[in-house]
Every structure is written in C-alpha cells, then in structure tokens.
C-alpha cells in the first residue's frame, strides 16, 4: 500500500471519529427552589469538579410541610448548562414540572413548561478545578469553551410558582428538562432530554400542605412602665387576617378591647406588632392579642399579666375582709363595685363622702375584685373576703 493511500485511510478514520463525537448534549442542571424565605439550587445532574450548579440535592428530598397558601414553598427558577461540538448547535432549553398526591401519578402526567432564557457563553476566566471554566458569578458553577448557560431568572423575569397553593396533602414534585439544537449543524430539530433516565420515572421530591392557620403567633411580651403597659407580639405567618384586637382584663376571664392594630394580610415572614395602654387599671392587668381574619373568625394570643401600682389616697382599710368592707380616701360621686372571679357584679355603692363601707357579711368566702370608678380613672384591685 502507497503512502499517500495510508494517509488517506488515517485522515478518512480520523474524520469519520471527530464527527462521531460532534454532538450537544448537557452535563449539568438544577430547580431553584424558595422555601420558608430562603432560595437555593437543588441539583439534579450533578457533575462535580466545580461544576455543580448548587450544593444541594434534589431528587428523594422531601421540602417538608407548609401551611395551604403561605407562599412558604415555591418554584424561583432553574438553571440547565449545556455543551456542543464546533460544528453543533444549542437553541433553547426548558424546566417541565407536575405535581400530584405521592402515590397517584397519572398515566400520562400533564407538565407545565417554564422556558430557561439564554444566560450566557462561556468563555471568561478560569474557576473550578478543570482549565478554561467559567467564573462562577456568571450563574451556578463553572463551565468551560463552548458550553452554554439556560436560566430563568438569568437575563429576565424570575418565576414564582407558589406550590402552597395546592390542596391539603402529600405531593410529589417531578420535574424534567428538554433542549433543543442539532447535532452536526445549526438547526433546532433535536430535542434531548435530561430525566433521571427516567428511572422509575424523572426526578422527584416530596412536599407536604396543611391546613392553614390564619396566625402562627411568636413570643407576646409585656413590660411595665409603672404608669403604662407596652404589649409587643409578632408572627411566623398570618393568612387573611384582617386586624389584632388588644383586649385586658382584671380577672384573666373577661376582656374587653383597648385597642387595635392593622393586620398584614397573608405572610409567611416574621411580624412585629406593639400596642401601649396609656392607662392601664391599678393593681393586676390581664392581656391578650385577638386576631381576626377576613371572614369574622379569631383566634386568641396567650394571655400575659403584670401589677401596677399607683400612688393614690385611696385604699381598702383591711384585706382580708370580714364582714365589712372598708374604702377610705374617695371623692363624692366615686363608685366602688364588687364583683367575682368570673366578672359578674355582687354589689356596688356611691361614695357620698371620702368613705364607703359595703356590707359583705352575706358573701361566700373566696377572692374577688373591686372595681373603682372616678372622674379621672378607674382602677382594680383584688379583694379576700373570710367569715
């Protein structure tokens, strides 16, 4: 065999290898997911080297569970990279995603498609552990030469799939990806695919919805000033609510409203609320926060407490009280009531001068409260009556 036949041979098998391996494909993709207010990339093909996209892991995880409508799971976006020979083509990619109850997949599942917008090329400096990757602040992980980065939000709108809004129960969360091009060309006739191989079917995770709660409340906090009460309270999340009623009580049984504050609406993110009471009662105030949503339903805080005491003339001249019950320090027109633990009124008098004096000789031995009402204030005090 001649030389020049040789070379012929080697140059025909050389071309018939690099066109056999002129070819797009992708080696990297990940869902950007947003639960509970924090967004990151869950991988679902997962290369290495620098070229993860995100650090976590989509398929098998299971997001946990949120109440219906919190907007505390949604779908921010994804990110798939891509890569084609010199003389190959990529034209566009897409994340296809479904939802349905864990263990009822429908036979042919019905996915919607989000379109991943052309981010970049790359051919900027090297990161990550291989030669010629692309810096890393151009999206998630490096890539190198000739590869290709499709992401939403990348250059445009990010989506914000809330998956809250589905209805109460356990779901399976699948997802796929597809891009288009043409291997040997510039055309955009091939799809491809990246699907876990399809085994048993894509990539799945798992996700939880409750029942919502209109108001998951945090801490409610009261401090005495002496002659005022600051009540602060926040929430973890709130659905509907409408407004806080602030309401007190001097016997911790019945409330009655001092205030209210605007309510956020619907949040999945932390609340901070406060009211004043500028003129709480003297002795022991009971508080609470009352939430009501949109469609007249509420739902009550804990109930928290503190003494105050003032300095007035005023006083009861024993405590505990036998048969008589003495109030000395008033003005004209001053009422004194006395009512029990569960707010209903035994007796009451009028002050005709700086003294009152109630019989109570003819009530049951127990706690209960007097209630002291002038032109300037009213105060409560708690009051022990023993035969």
């Not at 050389?14 to 207010?37: D, E, I």
């Not at 599942?109 to 090297?126: K, M, N, Q, V």
């Not at 589905?166 to 695919?193: L, R, V």
């Amino acid at each position: 065999m001649s030389k020049m036949r040789t070379g012929l041979l080697v140059f025909l098998f050389l071309l018939a290898g690099n066109a056999g391996w002129c070819q797009f494909g992708h080696y990297a993709s990940a869902v950007y997911v947003n639960a509970n207010g924090g967004s990151f990339f869950y991988n679902n093909t997962a290369p290495g080297l620098g070229q993860d996209i995100g650090s976590n892991t989509f398929q098998g995880t299971d997001f946990g569970i949120f109440e219906q409508n919190s907007g505390g799971l949604k779908i921010a976006g994804s990110e798939i990279k891509t890569f084609k020979g010199m003389a190959d083509n990529v034209c566009a990619a897409s994340l296809n995603y479904t939802v349905y109850p864990v263990g009822i997949r429908p036979a042919s599942p019905i996915y919607s498609s989000i379109p991943l917008g052309f981010y970049s090329d790359c051919f900027a400096p090297a990161c990550g552990s291989f030669f010629g990757s692309y810096n890393i602040a151009a999206g998630g992980g490096c890539c190198s030469e000739r590869d290709q980065k499709w992401q939403n939000p990348g250059l445009g709108v990010a989506v914000n799939i809330d998956l809250t809004a589905n209805p109460i129960g356990t779901y399976t969360f699948e997802i796929y990806y597809s891009y288009t091009g043409q291997d040997g060309g510039s055309g955009c006739g091939t799809t491809k695919y990246d699907n876990n191989n399809s085994n048993p079917v894509n990539y799945t995770a798992a996700f939880t919805i409750t029942a919502a709660v209109p108001v998951s409340f945090g801490t409610v906090q009261l401090v005495n000033n002496s002659t005022s009460n600051n009540l602060s309270w926040y929430t973890y999340s709130e659905a509907d609510t409408k407004r806080f009623s602030v309401e007190r009580s001097a016997n911790g049984v019945d409330f009655d409203c001092i205030g209210q504050q605007p309510a956020a609406g619907s949040s999945s993110t932390i609340k901070h609320y406060s009211f004043t009471d500028e003129r709480p009662l003297k002795g022991i105030n009971f508080y609470r926060v009352k939430s009501w949503e949109t469609n007249g339903r509420f739902q009550n805080s804990v109930i928290v407490n503190t003494v105050n005491k003032f300095a007035d003339s005023w006083y009861i001249v024993t405590n505990p009280v036998k048969d008589n019950l003495l109030v000395e320090g008033l003005e004209k027109g001053d009422q004194v009531i006395v009512f029990n633990a569960y707010g209903a009124e035994i007796t009451r008098a009028t002050s005709n001068n700086n003294l009152v004096n109630i019989p109570v000789y003819h009530i049951a031995n127990g706690t209960y409260y007097i209630k002291l009402t002038s032109k300037k204030s009213f105060y409560i005090l708690p009051v022990v009556i023993v035969h």
